[in-house]
């Protein structure tokens, strides 16, 4: 330990190497500093990695990205600034591309930070939904389908959790989180190269809207507005107003009937505060 209760480059490696589920993987990160005794400088990790030796050990890590990436990445973003630094070293010498490296492993990199939002540590919590942040902007419905229940759900908590910074944290990914929602439940918002070319782009941008819709639409209105957390609910009834604002009017018929019902009784949340002011000395 450097300076006060900060865990090592190499702890956190074994760790790295234990979330990954192969723990023998210590051994092959070890590998990739072996020229360096600096473990504890931030800059320790990289300096090794650009020795002689660096090359043999990064090859033989290759057949293991698909558990390092997802595990690496979240470690990027761990609050404690010493080893996130380190991490960032490491995450910048195994993986040149990274846009290309998460896009190819956006499956499993989902899956782990879905997991890490529901972590026992607050440190994970945290980083996952700092992650999530960074990762989301962009995405497409195709990608982010099958995991968008999960990760919306497992982020509601977030939002409610008992640490304030991890409350921060989950809001900055909430908003991001939204902002793709709003994206993909627009009729021109994005789905596929095709959204805007000819009827058939045009019909299949439709097509991905109200599937992203009878998705997220059920899940705010069942888990979200009635979450037992208040800020919670009100942040879910803005986002529903959102969507249903971004949404051509066809494809929210279907939901009509659970809707209405909805918005009406959350006006309070939903109206500007003005008009509450105004309402409240209309005698005056």
Known sequence: HASGGDMSTYEELQQVANDAGQPELVYKLMEL?????????????????????????????????????????????????????????VWTELVPVPKKALTTHLTAVLAHLKAGLTDRLWRAREASCLALADLLPGREWDELKDSLEALTTALMRALDD????????????????????????????????????????GGAASARAAEA????????????????????SKLCAKQLLKL????????????????????????????DQSLNYLQMHAAS
């Open 33 to 89: 500093s072996t020229a360096s005794a600096v473990w504890n400088t931030r800059k320790g990790v990289a300096i090794a990695l650009r020795e002689s030796g660096g090359t043999e050990a990064a090859a033989a890590l290759d057949e293991e990205m698909e558990k390092l990436v997802p595990v690496l990445y979240r470690y990027t973003f761990d609050p404690n600034p010493r080893i996130s630094a380190a991490m960032k070293a």
């Open 244 to 271: 249903c604002e971004a949404a051509a009017p066809p494809l929210l018929a279907p939901h009509t009937g659970r809707l209405v019902p909805r918005l009406l009784e959350n006006l309070s949340v939903l109206e």
């Open 162 to 201: 008992i640490k304030e910074t991890v409350r921060v944290a989950a809001l900055t990914c909430w908003r991001a989180l939204c902002s793709v929602c709003t994206r993909l439940c627009s009729a021109g918002g994005g789905g596929g190269a095709t959204t805007s070319k000819g009827a058939g782009g």
């Open 213 to 232: 819709l009878d998705l997220l639409l059920p899940l705010l209105l069942e888990r979200g507005v009635g979450h037992a957390a208040e800020d919670v």
